[in-house]
């Protein structure tokens, strides 16, 4: 969903929906000033992602957004050779186009990357912001407008699994969770079209989904599933069935797990 904003008496520009919940955006835009890169921490769901759009969009900075795995490796970022006609030619990954053009380079989910990436991040996350390339031999300074974010889910950590200190002391960082309820209703309303008298409840419901402890559930429900759940209601489905497909499946799969959380449905619901 978009709409849009005026930002100066001559500037209008198409800023997706995104509801503020601390002192993010000011962070955000110093470390911008500053050249500083920027880590996000948080659940799954609650927002990052959309807040780099928007404050992309507020800068009017291109985003290169990654999705890091398991797999992805520095060449993936940086670029590499490829045959084209015969001819093997150089072309830039994400993180160097995003450095040449001064953009914003966001890499969610880093800690999946392989270990390689973090010997490319170093040297541009540190007071050198250098883009070592060495399949070209080049060394690209990033320029003033180039910023890197990136972001983890400190809850998914395992022990193999960490940011090194010496990287995570790189980034300036902020700690992401979910939104308070108002703010949660009148995200998940925006989202979805759902009256905010109906999407009450389904805040409530989260409200207690994520204060359970003792129960196998990895995270707590996110706002992106209220919005799902939220949408289904919209467009007419029963509450219990769009509980059911978009909060209560996607969160477990133990059908005890599933009927006690049914049964709070119900108290809630009543
Ligand atoms: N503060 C907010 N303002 C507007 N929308 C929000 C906000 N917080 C969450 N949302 C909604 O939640 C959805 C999920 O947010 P987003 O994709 O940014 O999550 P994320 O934290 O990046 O998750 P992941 O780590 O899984 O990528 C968004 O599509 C949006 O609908």
């Known amino acids: 969903m978009t709409m849009t904003l005026d930002l100066s008496p001559s500037a209008s520009v198409d800023l997706p929906f995104y509801q ?7 962070l955000f835009e110093t470390a ?5 890169p920027l880590l996000l921490k948080g659940p799954t769901g609650c927002g990052k992602t959309r807040f780099v759009e928007y404050m992309a969009a507020i800068l009017g900075k291109p985003v290169y957004t990654v999705a890091c795995h398991d797999d992805l490796s520095a060449a ?3 670029g590499r050779y490829l045959l084209k006609g015969g001819e093997t030619e150089w072309v830039d990954g994400p993180l160097t186009r995003a450095v040449r053009e001064g953009a914003i380079c966001y890499l969610d ?3 999946e990357a392989r270990k390689d990436v973090t010997v490319v991040l170093h040297p541009l996350t540190d007071s050198r912001r250098t883009l070592m390339i060495d399949r070209t031999g080049e060394e690209l300074a990033a320029p003033k407008g180039f910023m890197l974010v990136a972001s983890y889910n400190p809850g998914y950590q395992n ?10 002391q790189r980034f300036l960082s902020i700690s992401f969770d979910f939104p308070e309820p108002e703010v949660e209703i009148a995200v998940v309303s925006a989202e979805s ?30 706002t992106r599933l209220l919005t799902y759940a939220a949408r289904l209601m919209a467009s007419n489905m029963s509450v ?23 049964d709070l449905v119900s108290t809630i619901y009543g």
């Open 20 to 26: 503020p919940t601390g002192m993010e955006c000011g």
């Open 109 to 111: 989910e880093v800690v």
């Open 159 to 168: 022990v193999l699994k960490r940011l090194k200190p010496s990287t995570r």
């Open 76 to 78: 993936d970022l940086i």
């Open 193 to 222: 079209g759902l009256e905010p008298g109906r999407v009450a409840p389904l805040v409530r419901l989260a409200g207690h989904i994520r204060a359970l402890s003792g129960m196998d559930l990895e995270e707590g429900v996110s």
């Open 240 to 262: 219990d069935q769009a509980i059911q497909v978009a909060i209560i499946e996607p969160l477990t799969d133990e059908p005890d797990v599933q009927q006690a959380l049914r």
């Open 32 to 36: 911008y000033e500053n050249g500083l």
